[in-house]
């Protein structure tokens, strides 16, 4: 690179738009970061230990936060990208609070947003104290205590899989990938902090993609003796012990099954951010049925928009884990590199 | 009206099928557990019950069988324990090393000890 650095502008400070900002700034370019949050981060930010190996997800985030101590990167935060347009040769971003950056690039990482769990009524998520999403029990593994909404000691969870994705009553079809992992760790870690307590997952398919993810679903039921149903859970009550009630069919059995769980735990999918679609919608950018962004191939195109100088990174695309975001992110800045080398 | 008058008129009366998970109990599967902790690793592909001899020719389903130990389904245990010919063929396509036969044979224990009020 000869003369002034070429300068990008990443929209989103999470796993995909960090590791994109630092991998540019190590190669000499000028970047950045619109964080909408207080910080950089992303989700992770809340998570408590990661699959597939239970690490602390405070060696995840270090790394992250030593990623971004760049002085060739600029980190703007409380501020999110409206709309992105070309600008002579490049292109130019308006910001929330009418300013405008100019830039050679965007690369696109405005990741995804936890399925609004209010939205399956039947399990009465915001209705009955003792149902939970999944990043409410990392936040318990945070302040390391399981309890039920009375301060009491629960001896049965349930980790309700799927809330959210592959439902077409929801408007989701798709599979957020993530979840079937999480919740076998989720039940490992309870069993390992509640040794009494029982633990099920209540499953469609036990999506275990990643290396050593299977491992980790034959170590929960080797070693930790967490209860796999398969069935998907129709709907949750209250008895008058105040216990939750389940329904759900037992299709290893062929059996309706009905069970008392003191606490039942949504394993909540993966949806398009909403301030990735307010950009998208405002710059033309192109979505899938999925409503993610659509990328110009699903094989050799998936950093690609239609857009000239416009890149994607992370979960903005589709649902991912920290690995597969990291090197979506690595890939879209070779892409990105590439875009600028021949301008 | 009784039950019998109401047949009369071809009404009957089923039993639920729901499995009423706080309404059983679990001494079976804890018995095999503890003497055959592989059990627990089984997670239902039906591998076994494929390669099932018995069960080409009767209602045999050994994954089915384990699915009520699990659930503590007691009845219908009874009478798929009495299926098996303990040939071993289940044993020799278990992709997660079940010792399937063995699971069986200490199902088989495990009721006996149950009608005896041993367990």
């Known amino acids: 690179m000869k003369g002034t650095p070429q300068h990008v502008i990443i929209a989103g400070g999470g796993v995909a738009g960090i590791e994109a900002a630092g991998t540019l700034a190590d190669l000499g370019y000028r970047v950045t970061l619109v964080e909408k949050g207080d910080e950089p981060g992303g989700h992770i930010l809340q998570w408590h230990a990661l699959f597939p190996d239970r690490r602390p997800a405070g ?22 990208v ?7 040769g490049g292109v130019a971003v308006n910001l929330s609070g009418g300013t405008e950056e100019k830039a050679d690039a965007v690369i696109v990482a405005t990741g995804f947003e936890l399925f609004d769990a209010r939205r399956k009524e039947e399990y009465g998520y915001g209705i009955y104290d003792n149902v939970i999403t999944s990043a409410e029990l990392e936040e318990m593994f945070n302040r390391n205590r399981i309890v039920k909404a009375d301060g009491t000691v629960p001896s049965r969870i349930g980790l309700i899989h799927c809330v959210g994705s592959r439902d077409e009553k929801v ?4 599979c957020s990938k993530v979840c079937c992992v999480t919740a076998v760790k989720q039940a490992i ?19 275990m993609y990643g290396p050593y ?17 398969r069935g998907k859970v129709s709907e949750a009550s209250v008895n008058i012990n105040n216990r939750l009630v389940i329904k759900v069919e037992d299709t290893l059995a062929g ?20 301030s990735g679609m307010k950009l998208a919608e405002a710059s ?16 050799y195109g998936n950093n690609l928009s239609s857009i000239k100088g416009v890149f994607y990174a992370g979960t903005c695309t589709a649902p991912m884990n920290i690995t597969d975001t ?9 892409e990105t590199v590439r875009y600028l080398n021949g301008k | 009206m009784s039950i019998d008058q109401a047949n009369k008129f071809g009404f009957t009366i089923n039993r639920s099928r729901l499995i009423d998970y706080d309404a059983s109990d679990r001494k079976v599967r804890d018995y095999i557990t503890a003497r055959e902790p592989s059990f627990r690793l089984c997670f239902a592909c039906g591998g076994c019950t494929a390669a099932c001899t018995a069960g080409h020719h009767t209602t045999f389903n050994l994954r089915r069988m384990n699915t009520y130990i699990r659930r503590g389904e007691i009845d219908p245990l009874r009478e798929e324990v009495t299926r098996c010919m303990l040939c071993g063929k289940c044993l020799l396509v278990c992709p997660r090393g079940v010792n399937t036969r063995n699971v069986v044979a200490v199902a088989a224990e495990a009721i006996r000890k149950l009608d005896r009020n041993e367990l």
């Open chain 1, 59 to 80: 060696e995840v985030k270090s790394y992250l936060r030593k990623r971004i101590e760049h002085r060739n990167i600029n980190i703007i935060t409380r501020t999110t």
């Open chain 1, 82 to 88: 409206e709309k992105i347009r070309h600008h002579g």
């Open chain 1, 171 to 174: 408007n989701n079809n798709h």
């Open chain 1, 189 to 207: 870690e309870i069993r390992k902090m509640l040794p009494s307590c029982e633990v099920f997952c209540f499953y469609m398919d036990m999506r």
């Open chain 1, 213 to 229: 993810y299977e491992e980790l679903y034959r170590e929960a039921q080797e070693f930790h003796n967490v209860n796999f149903i």
């Open chain 1, 255 to 274: 059996r309706p099954l009905r069970m008392e769980l003191d606490i039942m735990v949504l394993m909540v999918g993966m949806e398009m951010a909403g």
């Open chain 1, 284 to 299: 033309g950018m192109k979505r899938g049925i999925n409503r993610f962004l659509e990328t110009t191939d699903h094989h």
């Open chain 1, 326 to 334: 990291i090197s979506h992110a690595r890939a879209a800045v070779a």
